[in-house]
């Protein structure tokens, strides 16, 4: 098994200058800037992999500790290539073209003993497809990590806790209501409650798109939850459609303070807390 | 073992909860409770929880049952100061403590109390 990498293992020794420039034409064109980032990025590469192949590394074995420096510099170069907005396409490709000039190289070293070639050159193609696989996997991580904090950031933007009058908070909910989702709006809002001492919440859903039971059941759990606290709540934004809906599925919204309008809950708010607003004209 | 003081302020017994509830505090808490609202002929009993910070299904059970030995004593509970994950947990155990009432902290707890002593003074 050793034997057959050895062929390769000696090209990259002699020939890493020719072989890093035949890499290079195989790529697509590019400016000169990422053209020399490309190339760095090449010989730190094959130095790498050259080390761990003199090593004894297998890379049938390539999740073992003996290739965790190459493993390394493919994880640093998918995750600069996904954060300047490459496609894992280009990525994997990158490595691949690796293979052709290895091949010629390859070729041209055991044109004498053709009987070695085969092994050696399918040695050379698992090696460098060892090398795209992980190239993809970790840009397909790095794309997931970016998705995950995304959606966290949306999450924590689209759930602020508002003070509306002395003793009156409300949420405007916005999008889609998930179990996590609720929950995040749950506990900011019975934070705030504690926080203030406001006697009174409202939950707005004029910008939930629809209701069904799965959303009236965690709107239930939150208007429970709040009462625990001691506090009231109010559920407005209510549209007509939500309204039938509701009613349809045969939700039981029964002791629970419902209002069609943000300004009327805002108002059936004030008269509970025993506010009462004039107009001079 | 532990056991939870009741004090009496006028009309009102106050239980303060300061310790983790076990299940015999709280078995305990209940029959002392009933005694002394028999023995004092109380109209109110608030129970603050501003410190408790792990509930289970047991200690809420507790409070419902609290709640309605008083009421059929003829006194008010009132349960105040739930912290918010205490909430978050008995709703997530299906616990609405239907029946009890609750407020944000002991001050509007008395406000509550004084105000179902003069609705039932009304009544009679």
Not at chain 1, 48 to 63: I, M
Not at chain 1, 119 to 135: E, G, I, K, Y
Not at chain 1, 161 to 175: R, S, T
Not at chain 2, 54 to 72: N, Q
């Amino acid at each position: 098994m050793k034997n057959d990498y050895a062929p390769l293992l000696g090209a990259l020794r002699d020939e890493e200058e020719p072989i890093i420039d035949e890499w290079m034409a195989e790529l697509p064109g590019a400016d000169v800037g990422a053209r020399r980032a490309a190339r760095a990025e090449a010989s730190e590469l094959l130095r790498k992999l050259r080390e761990s192949l003199q090593a004894g590394a297998d890379p049938e074995g390539f999740e073992s500790a003996d290739w965790a420096s190459v493993r390394d510099t493919l994880s640093g170069l998918s995750r600069s290539r996904a954060a300047q907005g490459q496609t894992a396409e280009a990525t994997s490709l990158f490595v691949l073209a690796l293979k052709k000039p290895l091949f010629a190289s390859l070729q041209r070293r055991l044109a004498a003993q053709p009987e070695a070639l085969g092994p050696a050159l399918w040695s050379l193609s698992t090696t460098v497809d060892r090398l795209a696989q992980h190239t993809v996997s970790t840009f397909q991580q790095v794309r997931e990590d970016i998705i995950r904090r995304q959606q966290e950031e949306l999450l924590e933007l689209s759930t602020p806790v508002v003070k509306l009058w002395e003793g009156v908070l409300a949420v405007p909910m916005i999008g889609v209501l998930d179990s996590s989702r609720t929950q995040m709006v749950m506990e900011a809002l019975l934070q705030r409650i504690v926080e203030t001492g406001s006697g009174l919440a409202i939950i707005d859903i004029t910008g939930v798109p629809t209701v069904d039971t799965l959303v009236a059941q965690h709107l239930l759990k939150t208007v429970t939850a709040i009462r625990l606290m001691g506090a009231d709540c109010i559920i407005s934004g209510i549209r007509p459609q939500i309204a039938q809906t509701i009613v349809h599925l045969g939700i039981d919204l029964q002791g629970v303070s419902t209002k069609a309008t943000l300004a009327d809950a805002l108002s059936l708010a004030l008269q509970k807390t025993g506010w009462r607003i004039t107009r001079d004209k | 073992m532990d056991r939870i003081p009741i004090l009496r302020m006028g009309e009102t017994l106050l239980v303060t909860i300061q310790v983790d509830m076990q299940d015999q505090t709280a078995l305990t808490l209940q029959d002392d409770l009933a005694g002394q609202i028999a023995k004092t002929g109380a109209s109110g009993v608030m129970i603050d929880i501003s410190a408790l910070e792990i509930v289970d299904s047991f200690v809420g059970r507790m409070l419902t049952s609290i709640s309605g030995i008083a009421r059929i004593l003829s006194a008010t509970t009132v349960v105040v100061g739930m912290q918010p994950a205490v909430a978050i947990t008995l709703v997530e155990l299906g616990l609405s403590l239907e029946g009890v009432r609750t407020a944000l902290n002991v001050e509007r707890g008395m406000e509550l109390l004084q105000r179902a002593r003069e609705e039932s003074s009304l009544g009679h």
